[in-house]
């Protein structure tokens, strides 16, 4: 009884220390403070470590490009309709240079997705091999592109951007993949994954079968069944790529199950996923997926930490912040909303020592009932998959003209990290596509003014893929 709530209490007020003295060296600007939090840091002296963050960056510009016109307008809103409608007319034209192996389905009569994939990958029209950008529950707007640059041949997923997507990401029952195992050639059994996005992945790995874009660029052969064969120049000069799988958001989980779908006849392929819904799969298949899986997330985006013990136990704290305060609680939310939890503690009582009151008893009632309930609810505990690569803010960092910028460490974490929902201000600017391709753009240049190995780190991520199971 006392020993326990004693031991129970000293373990927080540790926690609370080592928040306390992170935080100081954050804010002191040192970037070795995550080594507190027991978490790892990426070298800038190592050549993995350089070649892999490399590779994280460089694929984040087409986990983005798949949004096309409608984030384009959105970063450019004063010159982006001028610009991809002079992209349109001037450098893509409007015939058709390759009818035999470009297959664009679904764009508009402005042809905008197109210039605007274009656009923001930086590759050209003959190296959007495939697209659909067909949309509703099930299916995804996706995009097969040759990157000549990292000689790779991507499959890029695009995340949550209408109605149907939301719809999508709210059906988050736990299902099996047994049948999908047996379907693409993987062992499913006991393996959970979020419903929706295990359909929305399900249906293009059959879309991938039927038109045959990945078994003619990368293996020379046209799949059984497949429509009328690619025939392209890029056959001959893909033969030698490697295969990586991306998306952003829901398209990040839909990426991350369509690897494994993938895997039998391309066991080389890697995926690379970018705010990762956080009850994507369970824990067996989030560390199988280390292997071949690399998921970023960038600083306190709320979507990877996303699960439903994580917004339990939200509630819990909120409930519990709200009987602790010793002050108003517009100051506690304001100090919490200002990235300073030392300063919130500070406002409030110890853990466990706040005063007798109404609502305090009518709290430890609900905790009370809501632990009983969920120990006769099962609720198995899901995670992002892969390798978690957290950009951790270390500074705010003074632009040229007076703005300011933020400087992030790479930060490989397990998926046990992203347990807990950072409430922050920039939990949900931190989720958007094209903060995540500007903060990758900028921490690259910054490792390659202090990394020895930037320069030959291309050489390695053209060759970034993972070890075929034996």
């Given at each position: 009884g006392d020993d326990e709530e004693r031991a129970e209490l000293a373990g927080s007020a540790a926690d609370v220390r080592g928040v306390e003295e992170a935080e100081a060296l954050r804010r002191a600007g040192h970037n070795h403070y995550h080594r507190v939090l027991n978490q790892q840091p990426l070298d800038p002296e190592s050549a993995e470590d350089a070649a892999e963050l490399k590779a994280v960056c460089h694929n984040a510009k087409h986990a983005l490009a798949m949004y096309t016109w409608m984030i384009y307008l959105y970063m450019k809103p004063c010159s982006g309709?001028?610009?991809?409608?002079?992209?349109?007319?001037?450098?893509?034209?409007?015939a058709e240079r390759h009818p035999r192996f470009r297959r664009v389905l679904g764009d508009n009569l402005c042809g905008a997705h197109e210039a605007a994939l274009l656009r923001l990958a930086g590759i050209r029209r003959g190296e959007v091999v495939y697209a659909s950008f067909a949309n509703d529950v099930e299916r995804k707007p996706y995009g097969v592109l040759v990157d000549h640059e990292s000689r790779a041949v991507v499959v890029s997923v695009r995340g949550?951007?209408?109605?149907?997507?939301?719809?999508?990401?709210?059906?988050?029952?736990?299902?099996?993949?047994?049948?999908?195992?047996?379907?693409?050639?993987?062992?499913?059994?006991?393996?959970?994954?979020?419903?929706?996005?295990?359909?929305?992945?399900?249906?293009?790995?059959?879309?991938?079968?039927?038109?045959?874009?990945?078994?003619?660029?990368?293996?020379?052969?046209?799949?059984?069944?497949?429509?009328?064969?690619?025939?392209?120049?890029?056959?001959?000069?893909?033969?030698?790529?490697?295969?990586?799988?991306?998306?952003?958001?829901?398209?990040?989980?839909?990426?991350?199950?369509?690897?494994?779908?993938l895997r039998a006849e391309?066991?080389?392929?890697?995926?690379?996923?970018?705010?990762?819904?956080?009850?994507?799969?369970?824990?067996?298949?989030?560390?199988?997926?280390?292997?071949?899986?690399?998921?970023?997330?960038?600083?306190?985006?709320?979507?990877?930490?996303?699960?439903?013990?994580?917004?339990?136990?939200?509630?819990t704290e909120l409930l519990q912040a709200v009987a602790r305060a010793k002050c108003p609680k517009l100051e506690v939310l304001r100090s919490a909303l200002h990235d300073n939890p030392a300063a919130s503690e500070q406002l409030m009582h110890p853990r466990g020592e706040y005063p007798r009151s109404v609502f305090s008893e009518g709290l430890e009632k609900f905790l009370a009932t809501r632990t009983e309930r969920d120990g006769s609810e099962h609720h198995p505990e899901m995670f992002p998959p892969g390798v978690i690569l957290v950009l951790e803010k270390t500074k705010d960092v003074r632009t040229w003209c007076l703005m300011r910028s933020k400087a992030y460490t790479p930060v490989r974490c397990d998926a046990s990290a992203l347990s807990s929902i950072r409430v922050s201000p920039s939990m949900g600017l931190d989720h958007f596509p094209n903060t995540y391709a500007y903060a990758m753009a900028r921490l690259w240049r910054a490792w390659e003014e202090r990394s020895p190995h930037a320069a030959a780190a291309m050489a390695h991520t053209r060759t970034w893929s993972s070890p075929p199971e034996h």
């Amino acid at each position: 009884g006392d020993d326990e709530e004693r031991a129970e209490l000293a373990g927080s007020a540790a926690d609370v220390r080592g928040v306390e003295e992170a935080e100081a060296l954050r804010r002191a600007g040192h970037n070795h403070y995550h080594r507190v939090l027991n978490q790892q840091p990426l070298d800038p002296e190592s050549a993995e470590d350089a070649a892999e963050l490399k590779a994280v960056c460089h694929n984040a510009k087409h986990a983005l490009a798949m949004y096309t016109w409608m984030i384009y307008l959105y970063m450019k809103p004063c010159s982006g309709g001028c610009d991809l409608t002079c992209f349109r007319c001037f450098c893509m034209g409007s015939a058709e240079r390759h009818p035999r192996f470009r297959r664009v389905l679904g764009d508009n009569l402005c042809g905008a997705h197109e210039a605007a994939l274009l656009r923001l990958a930086g590759i050209r029209r003959g190296e959007v091999v495939y697209a659909s950008f067909a949309n509703d529950v099930e299916r995804k707007p996706y995009g097969v592109l040759v990157d000549h640059e990292s000689r790779a041949v991507v499959v890029s997923v695009r995340g949550t951007l209408s109605l149907e997507d939301c719809i999508t990401d709210a059906i988050a029952d736990e299902v099996g993949l047994e049948e999908a195992g047996r379907a693409w050639g993987f062992d499913g059994t006991g393996r959970r994954a979020h419903a929706g996005m295990l359909r929305a992945a399900e249906w293009i790995r059959r879309d991938l079968q039927e038109h045959g874009v990945l078994h003619t660029l990368l293996a020379g052969y046209q799949a059984a069944g497949a429509q009328e064969p690619l025939t392209s120049p890029l056959n001959y000069a893909c033969h030698s790529y490697a295969l990586h799988v991306t998306g952003h958001s829901l398209g990040a989980g839909t990426a991350c199950l369509l690897a494994w779908m993938l895997r039998a006849e391309f066991p080389g392929l890697h995926c690379f996923a970018y705010g990762c819904p956080g009850g994507l799969v369970d824990r067996r298949t989030a560390d199988d997926s280390r292997a071949f899986t690399t998921v970023a997330v960038l600083g306190n985006d709320m979507i990877p930490r996303l699960s439903y013990h994580s917004l339990s136990n939200m509630r819990t704290e909120l409930l519990q912040a709200v009987a602790r305060a010793k002050c108003p609680k517009l100051e506690v939310l304001r100090s919490a909303l200002h990235d300073n939890p030392a300063a919130s503690e500070q406002l409030m009582h110890p853990r466990g020592e706040y005063p007798r009151s109404v609502f305090s008893e009518g709290l430890e009632k609900f905790l009370a009932t809501r632990t009983e309930r969920d120990g006769s609810e099962h609720h198995p505990e899901m995670f992002p998959p892969g390798v978690i690569l957290v950009l951790e803010k270390t500074k705010d960092v003074r632009t040229w003209c007076l703005m300011r910028s933020k400087a992030y460490t790479p930060v490989r974490c397990d998926a046990s990290a992203l347990s807990s929902i950072r409430v922050s201000p920039s939990m949900g600017l931190d989720h958007f596509p094209n903060t995540y391709a500007y903060a990758m753009a900028r921490l690259w240049r910054a490792w390659e003014e202090r990394s020895p190995h930037a320069a030959a780190a291309m050489a390695h991520t053209r060759t970034w893929s993972s070890p075929p199971e034996h």
